[in-house]
T-cell receptor
Framework: DAKTTQPTSMDCAEGRAANLPCNHSTISGNEYVYWYRQIHSQGPQYIIHGLKNNETNEMASLIITEDRKSSTLILPHATLRDTAVYYCIVRTPSDDKIIFGKGTRLHILP | DAMVIQNPRYQVTQFGKPVTLSCSQTLNHNVMYWYQQKSSQAPKLLFHYYDKDFNNEADTPDNFQSRRPNTSFCFLDIRSPGLGDAAMYLC????????????FGPGTRLTVT
């Protein structure tokens, strides 16, 4: 079973920052937080991952709380193309499997 | 530029008629995965290969089989498709080990008539 809890859906205005929360209260010390997204009719796409430090790449930022029980994915300037289902996943790097939870359906509003 | 290729993109089969979906990769990755995704649901892992080692998920029906003849190719065989097997089937790859990223193909949408 997925080890994360996410809101079912969220709306965000185009051009604003989209903040997607994820709870992972049972995360263990060697588990990372990964984010993927799935745009309609496409395969999932890797976004970012982190262990305990905040991370940023060209797509997004990942903020992990100090106790690591929750995190937030930030899309700094959301566009219509960011409309997708966003999946938060916890796993150890040596675990070959990804188990998807239900994800958050993000709607970017014009 | 395509890295994970799935053919065909759309497949129609008849109830009970065996069907094979194919996946190929240009990444030379060690691990290949098959997921099933039904409408409005998250992808569900069916099985994966680490090199030639096959790893089946406990709840994957026996009706689903897989073959990996070489590094580049992996096949999903559905021996007797039922109406409930209509879904998007996603292939993915990863380097394995400590690699953090899976690369997904565009999927094959299977219709069972």
């Amino acid at each position: 079973d997925a080890k994360t809890t996410q809101p079912t859906s969220m709306d965000c205005a185009e051009g604003r920052a989209a903040n997607l929360p994820c709870n992972h209260s049972t995360i263990s010390g060697n588990e990372y937080v990964y984010w993927y997204r799935q745009i309609h009719s496409q395969g999932p796409q890797y976004i970012i991952h982190g262990l305990k430090n905040n991370e940023t790449n060209e797509m997004a930022s990942l903020i992990i709380t100090e106790d690591r029980k929750s995190s937030t994915l930030i899309l700094p300037h959301a566009t219509l193309r960011d409309t997708a289902v966003y999946y938060c996943i916890v796993r150890t790097p040596s675990d070959d499997k990804i188990i998807f939870g239900k994800g958050t359906r993000l709607h970017i509003l014009p | 530029d395509a890295m994970v290729i799935q053919n065909p993109r759309y497949q129609v089969t008849q109830f009970g008629k065996p069907v094979t979906l194919s996946c190929s990769q240009t990444l030379n990755h060690n691990v290949m995965y098959w997921y099933q995704q039904k409408s409005s649901q998250a992808p569900k892992l069916l099985f994966h290969y680490y090199d030639k080692d096959f790893n089946n998920e406990a709840d994957t029906p026996d009706n689903f089989q897989s073959r990996r003849p070489n590094t580049s190719f992996c096949f999903l065989d559905i021996r007797s498709p039922g109406l409930g097997d209509a879904a998007m089937y996603l292939c993915a790859t990863s380097e394995g080990g400590t690699s953090y990223e899976q690369y997904f193909g565009p999927g094959t949408r299977l219709t069972v008539t």
